[in-house]
């Protein structure tokens, strides 16, 4: 059996609302995925959570902890995906991809489409690598995430999954991941990369 089926992968849960950070209403979305994840992954896995308003450098900050200090593999975010001023997650998380993920988001809209229709071309759930970080942009309504959960993500983060999947990648992304705070002090002069020390990652 490989180690790599023991290491436990570090997930980050972001939830972005204005109105749920300042305890306006319940957040639902770091719920839903919690729950998700604890019936249907089978990998092992470790867990952050954060929950903070649709403010564009407190987005970038938090994806820096939650790569650089937390040493996370996988980042999901809920919310700010749509076309709304306050709705500015991809604008946040975008510009610190190293690559982007475009077939994402195309699955995402296919598995959509039966469900909401022509709605669904209100998201911009966006993915992308940064580092040997997975991020994954999604919509804030627990529908949304479920869709990407279920339809995407559950496959992709089993290790078993074949031909490919994200797990038994992480590896070879560590071996060659600048850090991030490196690279966001190179695009964002006017950005204080500073949250802490580097995580080391387990080998």
Not at 29 to 54: K, N, V, Y
Not at 133 to 147: M, N, Q, R, V, W
């Amino acid at each position: 059996m490989s180690e790599t089926r023991h290491d436990p992968v570090r997930i980050g849960l972001v939830s972005i609302s204005d109105r749920a950070s300042q305890g306006v209403y319940e957040d639902k979305g770091i719920p839903a995925l919690r729950e998700w994840f604890a019936a249907a992954l089978t990998s092992p896995w470790q867990l952050e959570t954060r929950l903070i308003p649709d403010d564009q450098a407190t987005i970038e900050r938090t994806l820096i902890e939650l790569v650089d200090e937390a040493g996370c593999h996988l980042v999901l975010t809920t919310g700010g995906t749509g076309p709304a001023p306050r709705d500015v997650t991809p604008e946040a998380l975008e510009p610190l991809f190293e690559k982007r993920m475009d077939g994402f988001s195309v699955l995402f809209h296919h598995i959509s489409i039966p469900k909401i229709g022509t709605s669904t071309i209100q998201s911009r759930a966006t993915a992308g690598v940064a580092g040997a970080t997975y991020i994954f942009c999604l919509p804030g309504s627990p529908g949304a995430c479920k869709d990407a959960w279920d339809g995407i993500l559950a496959s992709q983060l089993d290790y078993r999954h074949r031909p490919c999947n994200f797990v038994e990648i992480l590896p070879r992304l560590d071996e060659h991941a600048p850090h991030l705070r490196r690279l966001v002090s190179a695009a964002h002069p006017a950005l204080d990369p500073d949250v802490g020390p580097s995580a080391r990652r387990r080998a």
